[in-house]
């Protein structure tokens, strides 16, 4: 226990260095975790830091997509609501699809239902490393709006076709008729529970007798509640989370003071920058289990890394062929609707996206 209370302490210490770096070079700080803690898995004698998915799912998730909700506005993702619908569910769906089709062809042993849970996890761009990114990159506001208003609904369609992937692959069958009505209620179950159980924490915050401590710990503690009451109703947690935090968002000035807003943003802005932090740096921790499980199945490392290269390929390309496509098909529509923004937005501005 206390070996791994200072490991912690000393993981702290790292992603603390390690963001002051990335600073310093101008580097998306979540790519610099990741390399930091694939350097640190090369420690001999290092305590395993094992923790069960689902808990990261559970630890992780909520607090993340709540913050990023409260980040953004609900009036800009209404006004790009087109390109964010299409880039967060249709081409997230495209990119699991191809990433399917070539593992299928490539990966000795897969699926293309195992290929569609492949394609589920590594397709949605990450919302973290989209605003990293962004802090470094001078990009028009309506980019900035695409992409962070895209990287909040994505993991709501990526664990979607994840959870059907997961079915398929299970139970060898795929009916389209149980999925259709699963996947209806996914998304209108996890809207209800996130936008009830934001009502109700809206009324608390507005009759309860709270001060600045007792909001701060109630904000924290609203989107745990929201996920798990959606996903206990099979649900889509994810979606309880957004929705819920975008509703709330918006009033924000009615249920909290100056002062408690004063206290409670730093609180959240470390918060965040902790699970973050602990989050990618995990990622590379995971190393030394990878590279055993390899050497048990008799895959080489070279082979496997073949693959990711050749997967993350696929997803660029097809990222980069759906951003010009959006952009053409935007042009050819404003005929026939109102878009949000009919310039012609030029090649750079497609490419920055992809």
Request: aromatic share 12%; proline share 5%.
């Given at each position: 226990?206390?070996?791994?209370?200072?490991?912690?302490?000393?993981?702290?210490?790292?992603?603390?260095?390690?963001?002051m770096v990335?600073?310093?070079?101008?580097?998306?700080?979540p790519?610099l975790?990741?390399?930091?803690?694939?350097a640190?898995?090369?420690?001999?004698?290092?305590?395993?830091?094992?923790?069960?998915?689902?808990?990261?799912?559970?630890i992780?998730?909520?607090p993340?997509?709540?913050?990023?909700?409260?980040?953004?506005?609900?009036?800009?993702?209404?006004?790009?609501?087109?390109?964010?619908?299409?880039?967060?569910?249709?081409?997230?769906f495209?990119?699991?699809?191809?990433?399917?089709?070539?593992?299928?062809?490539?990966?000795?042993?897969?699926?293309?239902?195992?290929?569609?849970?492949?394609?589920?996890?590594v397709?949605?761009?990450?919302?973290?490393?989209?605003?990293?990114?962004?802090?470094f990159?001078?990009?028009?506001?309506?980019?900035?709006?695409?992409?962070?208003?895209?990287?909040?609904?994505?993991?709501?369609?990526?664990?979607?076709?994840?959870?059907f992937?997961?079915?398929?692959?299970?139970t060898?069958?795929?009916?389209w008729?149980?999925?259709?009505?699963?996947?209806?209620?996914?998304?209108?179950?996890?809207?209800?529970?996130?936008?009830v159980?934001?009502?109700?924490?809206?009324?608390?915050h507005?009759?309860?007798?709270?001060?600045?401590?007792?909001?701060?710990?109630?904000?924290?503690?609203?989107?745990?509640?929201?996920?798990?009451?959606?996903?206990?109703?099979?649900?889509?947690?994810?979606?309880?989370?957004?929705?819920?935090?975008?509703?709330?968002?918006?009033?924000?000035?009615?249920?909290?003071?100056?002062s408690?807003?004063?206290h409670?943003v730093?609180?959240?802005?470390?918060?965040?920058?902790?699970?973050?932090?602990?989050?990618?740096?995990?990622?590379?921790?995971?190393?030394?289990?990878?590279?055993?499980?390899?050497?048990?199945?008799?895959?080489?490392?070279?082979?496997?890394?073949?693959?990711?290269?050749?997967?993350?390929?696929?997803?660029?390309?097809?990222?980069?062929?759906?951003?010009?496509?959006?952009?053409?098909?935007?042009?050819?529509?404003?005929?026939y609707?109102?878009?949000?923004?009919?310039?012609?937005?030029?090649?750079?501005?497609?490419?920055?996206?992809?």
């Amino acid at each position: 226990m206390i070996e791994h209370l200072l490991l912690f302490f000393a993981l702290l210490a790292i992603i603390i260095a390690l963001v002051m770096v990335s600073n310093r070079l101008k580097i998306a700080y979540p790519v610099l975790l990741v390399f930091g803690g694939l350097a640190i898995s090369f420690v001999p004698n290092l305590p395993s830091i094992k923790i069960d998915p689902e808990l990261i799912f559970i630890i992780f998730l909520p607090p993340l997509l709540y913050e990023a909700a409260w980040a953004n506005s609900l009036k800009e993702l209404f006004k790009w609501r087109r390109m964010i619908g299409s880039f967060a569910f249709i081409v997230v769906f495209i990119s699991a699809a191809a990433v399917a089709l070539i593992a299928n062809l490539v990966i000795p042993g897969f699926s293309l239902a195992l290929g569609f849970m492949l394609g589920a996890i590594v397709s949605p761009p990450d919302a973290v490393s989209t605003a990293a990114i962004l802090k470094f990159v001078k990009a028009p506001r309506r980019i900035s709006a695409i992409l962070e208003g895209e990287s909040l609904l994505n993991d709501a369609s990526s664990l979607i076709i994840f959870r059907f992937a997961a079915v398929a692959v299970t139970t060898g069958q795929f009916v389209w008729y149980k999925a259709t009505t699963t996947f209806l209620w996914m998304v209108a179950g996890g809207v209800l529970a996130g936008l009830v159980v934001a009502l109700a924490a809206y009324f608390l915050h507005k009759i309860l007798p709270t001060d600045e401590n007792s909001d701060t710990i109630m904000t924290i503690t609203t989107p745990y509640i929201m996920y798990i009451l959606a996903e206990e109703l099979g649900a889509s947690g994810v979606l309880a989370v957004v929705c819920g935090g975008l509703y709330l968002s918006t009033k924000r000035n009615e249920i909290f003071t100056a002062s408690t807003r004063i206290h409670a943003v730093p609180v959240w802005n470390n918060f965040i920058f902790l699970l973050n932090g602990l989050a990618f740096t995990m990622i590379g921790l995971d190393l030394p289990e990878i590279l055993a499980w390899l050497k048990r199945s008799g895959v080489s490392l070279f082979e496997a890394v073949s693959y990711g290269v050749l997967v993350t390929a696929v997803l660029i390309v097809i990222r980069l062929m759906a951003s010009y496509g959006a952009v053409y098909i935007t042009m050819f529509m404003k005929r026939y609707i109102s878009v949000a923004d009919d310039r012609n937005p030029g090649k750079a501005t497609p490419f920055i996206v992809g």
